[in-house]
């Protein structure tokens, strides 16, 4: 390691690149995945990522059970997964390596930390024998690198403790990548520089060890060639790196702007919920007021109350937290206030996969209520797009006075993508009149305030929030008279109001785009469906096809609650409809039930995301069938 | 507050007919509510009453005021999310022990140990009304009731001593049959700034008629009763020959004056800040047939949840400025394609 004058090798160039970083729990690779993805966005490319980590915050250090992981494509061009199967897996102990194998393309790239493939590492791992020399690993090209014995020696006269000199090692990985793929080293520097502004010696680790991987390629003669991905041609204009909860987030807090009502968010932390209640927490300047309450239920609760203070109450949490909120939500449709709530869908039933994907809680979000209790539905399918889906299902609420339900999940949330920053001035005006005065007279010619009498285009009653004068009321979860309000048990009665509520929302189709149509619009054979998530692998798998000379069209549906007017032309169109989706075709039900179309269902829940590959073969099946 | 406009008892009356049975003692308590209303110098539409579900949880609908009739147990949290969004409103929560201490036991702890600025009556029937009477949580062991036809078998909740050690700062009780001491403990719970909590022993005459009669009754009242007054010795009786004293254990003891001297009694003090007395009274007896403290235990003020959140959204703003969209978007690394 003393010898760091350059040598030359040549350099490749490459359309795509898909790393898997993997190791321990504790070896720092979401933060390596992170960073590598975010010089790449800086660098111009375009990129895809899927975190995977245990629930455990420690699961017990070198089993398979603690294996944490994150892939990230980059790419030359626009694309919408984080890639099918890695072209290099970064393996930092042998449980890695062990576990996220089977992911790797075959002949692809591996590189391991091999001063972690030692006995004791080997037997937790469950090998019988050294993969690295057993021959095992014959079909990829291995690279051995001593990657802790290094960053050890190079942390040596810094004076940082032995201990978290190691702790650097997944800096000397993201140097070393860093240096193969041309991925500028200036921003990691800067933010190894930022980040420990009050820990320079952790700051120092760092540093010496991502230069030490850097230098390592330069000098250790292993590699011949280093590899390149060129800037996406991407539209012009300002972008960042967002993953979708934090895009979510500041939707909210847009669409707070927009419609000049405060934003209260009452919430109980829940993965993988809880960082939007962390980001909306430092947002307290926008005048959005957190609420971390004692539970789902209070919650939810205290963001209605806030609602009828005149505020766009939220809570958000997932499937588990949805179930405890279904009483509250059902009031809500019954007080007839805006409310959002938002589920970042995880694997279920129960605890089941918490940091896992799913999108299985469509028909709770559909049914997942006592009596006749509709909702509108709004689902975000990209991690960027949340932005926009946050905006939309605030206007609805705020709009037609109703609780809704915004879909999102744990891929989508984690997950980043190069997001076109919009002009804000752009947005949506989603200002809102509250009741001011009387808007009914009596018989006797007395001016009074009817909290139910309704607008006729929107069918939204008034928003009189406590403080008004004049407009004194009292709303409830029991049955009411349209109008008045007043309490009402008759039969007749009840009949109209449930169809009236069902109304409600059906009515919000007109007020809604139309589907999302790509692809052979005219001549499809095949129509893929899809809602949520399942966009990007989508959209891939859908364009694989078509290059290769198939008639396919794609159908993406963002408002599940009323379905888009457009839709039931749509899957009647084509000759076949495949629906894919993360549940058990739950979807795939609704649209037979409500269209009476053969449609099929392409079912994965594994907590994992379709790949555009597997999507591919499937569209291929169908056709072929 | 001068310019809040003169109002009557009518005023604060709404055009909604009272449903409960004949005789309950709810009538009482929302007379109470509705006479002390314009002595307040609050204006009726900064005023909002939250219930949940229960005979008790119908009240909003008789306060010609704002109100919402929420679902069981979760007023408290519905009341939070509204007093946070607007600190400015007298919000009132009014509930059932069933309601407030099982159902939603956790949001009363939760609003109680957070101080937000809520009045929250506890109407406590030690019954279930609006599902025709099974026993509450409130119950004394052994009740018999549809739910129960062979006695209850588990120890019921002092609603008092629930609520001091959920960190409440204002804990007083009253009773149904005292409308002049309903209205005084109702005052002190709106004129105090944070989370007051007033347990209302309440006749159900239904279900479980007389459940308080051995106190509540005129006759027994003297006897029964024990009134805490702030800086003075406690005492009761027909000729107030009674008295509490705190007993070397530490537990609240009923004495005889004559025996102790009255230099030995407790002197109350509603403001002392370690609630052990407080707490200490509260098991004084142990049920509604022994004598019985009524009154404030324990007025302490600290910070106010929804004023401590505005102060914050105050800070941020002083420190970063009114929120700035753009900024927001582009306050993470940001790179140009042209
Ligand atoms: C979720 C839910 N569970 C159960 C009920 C049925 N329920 C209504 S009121 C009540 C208990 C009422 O007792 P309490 O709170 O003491 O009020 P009271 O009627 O005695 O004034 C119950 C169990 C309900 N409305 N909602
Ligand atoms: S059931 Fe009991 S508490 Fe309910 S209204 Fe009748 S008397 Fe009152
Ligand atoms: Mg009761």
Redesign the interface.
Known sequence: MTDTVPRTVGTQELNRLVVRFAGDSGDGMQLTGDRFT?AS????NDLATLPEFPAEIRAPQGTLAGVSAFQVQVSDHDITTPGDAPNVLVAMNPAALRKELVHLEFGGTIIVNQDAFIERNLTKAGYDSDPLDDGSLDNYTLFKVPMTTITKEVCKDLGVKPRDAERSKNFFALGLLSWLYNRPAQ?TLDWISAKFKRQQLIADANTAAFKAGMAFGETAELFDFTYEVK?AV?????????NGNTALS?GL??AS?QAKV?L?L?SYPITPASDILHELSQ???????T?Q???E???V???????????L?ITTTSGPGIALKG??I??AVS?ELPLLVINIQRGGPSTGLPTKTESADLMQAMYGRHGESPVPIVAAYSPSQCFFAAIEAARIALKYRTPVILLSDGYLANGSEPW???D?STLPDLTVEFATGPNHTEEDGTEVFWPYLRDPETKARPWA??????????????EKEDGSG??NYEPDNHGYMVKLREERVAHIANDIPPTMLEGDIDDADLLVLGWGSTWGAITSAVMRAREEGRKVAHAHVTHLNPLPKDLGDIVRRYPKVLVPEMNLGQFCRIIRSEFLVDAQSVAKVEGVPFTAAELHSHINGVLDD | MTDVPTTTKADWT?D?EVRWCPGCGDYSILTAVQMLMPDLDV??????F?SG?GCAARF??Y?????????HG?AP??????????P??HVWVVGGDGDMLSIGG??L??SLRRNVNLNILLFNNQIYGLTKGQYSPTSEIGKVTKSTPAGSIDEPFNPISVALGAEASFVARTHDMDRQHMMDMFRRAHDFPGAAFVEVFQNCNVFNDGAFGAITKKDKRASMLIPLEHGKPIRFGENNEKGVVINPQGSAEVVDVADVGESALLVHDETRQDPSLAFALSRLSAGPFEPTPIGVYRAVERSEYATE?SK??A???E?????D??A???S???????
């Open positions: 975010s966005a800086l660098f111009g921003p800037p991407l539209e012009p204009g300002t972008y960042t790196n967002v500041w807090v847009a702007q405060p209260f009452g947002r307290k300047n926008f005048g959005v007021r609420l309450a004692e539970d239920i209070a919650a609760c205290a963001a209605l109350g806030a609602s009828f203070g005149g505020h109450g009483e509250t059902g009031l007080l076109l920053l919009p804000v929030v406590p403080g008004t004068p004049g407009l004194t009321h009292r709303i409830g979860g029991i007043n309490i | 709404s909604q204006r009726r539409e900064d005023t909002v939250i579900i909003p609908y306060m010609n005021t704002y109100g919402m009739h929420g679902i979760r949290a519905l009341a939070t999310g509204l007093a946070m969004a607007r400015e409103l956790n949001h702890l939760h959140a914050q959204l800070m941020a703003q420190q970063s400025g009114p929120g969209l753009e927001l978007l582009h993470r690394p940001t790179w140009e394609v042209s």
